[in-house]
Structure formats: structure tokens, C-alpha cells
């Protein structure tokens, strides 16, 4: 994944309403109604929220006969999952270092408490 879209994944991501939007497709295809009716906006403005999704690859719409339905495009997810596993693993191996450090130290503590 290019850095650019990276950004662009992320950046459409920042939103709370965008992520919301995300988070109902996640059970399956909507309309753009149905993915309006929880928030308390305008038609076109969630419209505006669905072309940064379809921009930043996350969601696509297709063509069935009079209405178009919204699904979501997990690809985009994925390779920030990828990106940020790097910062899994050091996070992991820091965990694991402070886990020992506070054993040696409970270590230490009962063998002065004998």
C-alpha cells in the first residue's frame, strides 16, 4: 500500500460518523438510506460521507436496479492491520520485558521478606 493511500485510509477513517458508517456495513450491503437513518444529518451530507469512504477504497456501491446499495471493502483495513503489526510485535516484546522486570522485582521482594 502506497503511503498515500495509506494516508488517505486514515484520513477517512478520522471521522467518528465515518467510522460509524463502516461499522454498519460490517453486517452487510445497505442503502444510503438505511445508513442514514441513525444519525441526524442530511441525505447529501452522508452522501459526502460516502465518497471519502469510496475514495479511500473502504466502500463501493453498486447498481441494482433503482437503488444503490453500499458494501464494504475490507482490502484498505487489512493493510493498515499489516502496517501497524510491526508495532504489535514491539509492543509484545515491550510487555515482555516489563513482565519480566516486575517478576525479578517480586522475585527480589520475597527474598528479602524470608
Not at 38 to 57: C, N, Q, R, S, W
Not at 89 to 102: A, G, I, K, P, Q
Amino acid at each position: 500500500m502506497s503511503t498515500d493511500q495509506l494516508s488517505n485510509t486514515f484520513s477517512a477513517l478520522a471521522d467518528p460518523t465515518r467510522r460509524a458508517i463502516l461499522a454498519q456495513l460490517t453486517t452487510g450491503q445497505k442503502t444510503v438510506s438505511d445508513l442514514a437513518e441513525p444519525f441526524d444529518m442530511t441525505m447529501p451530507a452522508i452522501t459526502k460521507h460516502l465518497k471519502v469512504l469510496e475514495k479511500a477504497g473502504l466502500v463501493e456501491r453498486s447498481r441494482e436496479a433503482q437503488y444503490r446499495p453500499c458494501h464494504l471493502r475490507p482490502d484498505p483495513l487489512r493493510e493498515i492491520d499489516q502496517w501497524m503489526e510491526q508495532y504489535r510485535e514491539f509492543f509484545e516484546v515491550s510487555f515482555d520485558r516489563l513482565d519480566n522486570y516486575l517478576q525479578q522485582l517480586q522475585a527480589k521482594e520475597e527474598n528479602n521478606d524470608d
